[in-house]
């Protein structure tokens, strides 16, 4: 069902900061004068996000319970989810994982990674819908205590999750969940640095200060992922991790082709990594330009033409470089371009936003959809698409462009796989308002397909009748043993016969189609090779009836000139009389005559035809009633023929 008008309509009409104050969280987080804060909002599949910095706790938003339970209140449709570790440090971001299961907080002393807890009861909540809940939180350190981090990102490898970090002695450090004191996997920027440019860079210290991580892709036939970071020189350097290896390879600093006078006259502020391939790269630069620029790991091996769009000074020397395929000015249509954030869109790879402190931008890379189709058939020879970007203006918060604007965006992010609902983007300003838009285009709606009755029955098989109760009792009254092994026996029933019993029908009758449809496919083939069996046998019978026909045609021959003579030698030399019966043999004679020649003409009009089949290499498809008739046909004829012989032989006799 899609949710997506009543998801809007609910969380327009109410306000969170009751929820906020009732809660007794530090509304300042949102109510900010001023637009320091980072993105505090992150979503997954079911639920809303809202951190708060400074009670450690996420404000969780059931979107399931927010849509369906109806006559609830909206508080209600909140939990509370409290960190077990205070954070300490500065803030940057946070981020959900691809399963939705962690959240990664990211601050410059250390980084925590947030377990959400279980969802479970009627409308799939935390915990069954306890509305304050404890999480474990993980906490990952640096290796030294001089050292901080930059910037740390999850990892693209979806079947473990990773993450990746940048710290400020010029490594990149990946760790995993179940190990965060000491990482598995280590880079250090200073040793390559000095080896690419042939420099000593032992007392150089370099100043790195973000990074991003590309879609794994195949290179030096090795399954690999490029990780790229940015420096504070307006360099990004690229680094490829290899998933087989524990080894890193360094492709060094990548240059952006062709030349562009707005790079030499600005810094880079930062960039974002659009997921898919070929990997592409949304760079903002201090001056309000933004580069779209597509990786090439190969200039020596290029497979479609960039000749035209480079200068005469683009010489290229380096293997792998950032192909700029467009530009554009922000400043044209945003007036303030300090304090801009970019951020990517989870449900479409060619499409990022831009938020700044005047609202907020999407632009859509309608280029690189064709682009990425033309790469995943491997043939990039043909593309030349010139359909440019579009930008989009979605919110505005300061129309009348005053110097200052008193409201902002403090959070966004994207709603675009809760059950069929379309994609919406959902957004958080520093009046605790939400603002829903929909951002959904005609031509990336899926064409869903109509449930069939087996789709139907296996959704009805899952309906629960019951959910998992919430447990009532006073806290203060102690229960005793048998009252709590009777409360235990009924959850345990409850969760068997509500949640595996059901599962375990549905898996049944999975295994039962799949042996129906297994049988089904086994007697189809068997009833294949049975007629492939009986084409075999009609042909060898044509060919023997082609045998018999011109044995048949050969001997009608003889008799019809040996009876010709017969009545010449009779009648022209002897000139004999003939009776009434003799004329009435002659002209049955004559009528076999032309009844065999009929005969042998539709034996050769079907001969014909199957020699055409045969010349097609095709093998006739009958079913049984035209095999029934086809044999009935040949047998009528064979049995005419015979009496036909027989007819001749007896006037043969007759007239000798």
Sequence with gaps: MDY?????TILEKHDVLEVIEELKLDKETILSSIQTNPNTLCSNDSF???????????????????????????????????????????????????????????????????????????????????????????????????????DAIWHKKSEENLI???????????????????????????????????????????????????????????????????????????VIDYETTHNFEYIGPLCLKPYHEEIEQSNIESFICLPGLPTCLAVLLSNGYVYHAVLITNTKDLNFDLASSFNEDDEIEEDAILFVYETFNLTENIQDTQSINLFKDPSINSRYFIKHSNGLHSVHLKWLMKLEEAYSINDLTDFSEIETSELTNLISTNPLFKQKSSNFLTGLTVIYDFGKTR???????????????????????????????????VVDLLKREANMPLILTNLENELSDNELKLVSQNIVNLIRNEYIERQKKVIFEFQKRKKILK??????????ADINNKLNELSKDKECLNKLHEKIAEKQKLLE?????????????????????EKKVYQEIKTISNNLKEAQNNILSKTTCLNQIQEKHEQPSYDENELVQIKKLLKNESEKINELIKKVDILKSTVG
Aim: aromatic share 12%.
């Design 4 to 8: 997506s008008s009543s998801l809007k």
């Design 48 to 150: 809303l996000f809202i951190y708060f910095e400074q009670n450690a706790s996420f404000l969780a938003l059931s979107l399931n319970h927010l849509c369906k339970a109806k006559d609830s209140s909206f508080k209600q449709s909140f939990q509370l989810l409290q960190l077990n570790e205070a954070p300490v440090g500065h803030f940057f971001k946070c981020l959900i994982n691809q399963a939705g299961t962690y959240i990664l907080l990211v601050y410059d002393k250390s980084i925590y990674c947030v377990e959400l807890p279980l969802k479970w009861g009627k409308y799939d909540q935390f915990d069954g819908g306890r509305p304050n809940i404890i999480c474990k939180t993980i906490k990952f350190n640096p290796r030294s205590r001089n050292s901080m981090f930059l």
């Design 164 to 238: 990746v970090c940048l710290t400020a002695d010029s490594r990149i450090r990946i760790y995993r969940l179940s190990k965060p004191l000491t990482p598995f996997k280590e880079f250090h920027f200073s040793n390559s640095l000095g080896i690419v440019t042939n420099k000593d860079f032992s007392n150089l210290e370099t100043e790195f200060l973000c990074l991003d991580m590309g879609t794994r892709f195949e290179l030096n036939d090795k399954i690999s992922y490029p990780i790229f970071v940015q420096r504070a020189d307006s360099v990004i350097e690229c």
């Design 423 to 457: 994609t919406s983007l959902i957004c958080l300003d520093n009046q605790a308002k939400f603002i829903c838009k929909n951002i959904e285009y005609s031509n990336e709606e899926k064409n869903c397909e109509s449930e069939n009755k087996f789709t139907g029955y």
């Design 519 to 528: 049988s089904r496919e086994k007697l189809q083939y068997e009833s294949i």
């Design 561 to 581: 000139n040996r009876m010709e003579n017969s009545f010449r030698k009779l009648f022209e030399k002897n000139k004999i009389s003939t009776n009434e019966n």
